[in-house]
C-alpha cells in the first residue's frame, strides 16, 4: 500500500530515527522522562539529521535509534500475528532478522524530503494498556499540516513507540496488510525474502 509508506516516511523520518551526527550519543540526545518531552526530543533531534544532508551517516545512526526507542520486536510480531500459528520457528527468526533492515532500506532515503518540517507537540492522552498517546502536528511549508498519534509504552526508565496513526490511518494495520498480501499470494518464505531485497546496504 503506497499510501502507508509514504505516511511511515513523513513520520519515521520526524520522529528522530535518525539524529545529529557527530553530537551527543542518542542516550544522552533524547529525553525519555515523559511522553511529550521523549516525542519532542526525537524530533527535534531528528530534523538535525535530516538537515544535515549526510546519508550514510543518518542510517547508520537509523539502525541504533531504532533499536533504542523503538518497540522493534513487538511492532513486528503484531505485523505477522496473522501467520504466526503456522510459521516454522526458523522461518519467524529469518522475519525477525529482516525487520530492522527492511525498515531502514525502505524509508531511509525518503526522510530527507522532510529536512524542512516542524513538528509540534499537542497533547498526551492515556490510552489502553497503560500507553499513552502522544498527538503532534507534522507542518511542512506550504502543505496542510498532517496530525501524527504515537503510541508510547513505558519501558524501563523511559518510553519506546509502538504505533503510530498517521491522518486517521493506523500504520501497523496498514503494514500488516501490506504484508498479508504477499503470504497470501507467495507464502511466508516470499514475504523474507522481499524484505530482505529492501533491507539498506
Excluded: C
Excluded at 13 to 40: H, K, N
Excluded at 102 to 114: K, N, W
Excluded at 125 to 144: E, R, S
Amino acid at each position: 500500500m503506497k499510501i502507508s509508506r509514504s505516511l511511515i516516511a513523513a513520520t519515521l523520518g520526524l520522529a528522530g530515527l535518525v539524529s545529529p551526527i557527530a553530537l551527543a550519543p542518542a542516550s544522552a540526545a533524547v529525553d525519555a522522562s515523559d511522553p511529550s518531552r521523549f516525542i519532542t526530543t526525537l524530533t527535534t533531534d531528528g530534523l538535525g539529521a535530516l538537515r544535515s544532508g549526510n546519508r550514510a551517516a543518518a542510517k547508520a545512526q537509523f539502525r541504533t535509534l531504532l533499536a533504542q526507542y523503538f518497540a522493534v520486536d513487538a511492532i513486528g510480531d503484531r505485523l505477522i500475528r496473522r501467520w504466526s500459528p503456522t510459521i516454522t520457528p526458523a522461518q519467524k527468526s529469518a522475519y525477525k532478522a529482516a525487520f530492522p533492515n527492511y525498515i531502514i532500506g525502505t524509508y531511509a532515503d525518503r526522510l530527507f524530503e522532510y529536512a524542512n518540517a516542524q513538528v509540534k507537540v499537542v497533547r498526551a492522552t492515556p490510552a489502553a494498556g497503560g500507553t499513552v498517546d502522544v498527538t503532534t502536528q507534522v507542518i511542512k511549508p506550504g502543505q496542510q499540516p498532517i496530525v501524527a498519534v504515537w503510541s508510547v509504552a513505558k519501558a524501563g526508565a523511559g518510553y519506546k513507540v509502538t504505533n503510530l496513526k498517521v491522518a486517521g490511518i493506523n500504520l501497523a494495520i496498514a503494514q500488516a496488510a501490506d504484508f498479508d498480501a504477499i503470504v497470501q499470494r507467495q507464502g511466508f518464505d516470499a514475504l523474507v525474502a522481499m524484505m530482505k531485497s529492501r533491507s539498506a546496504s
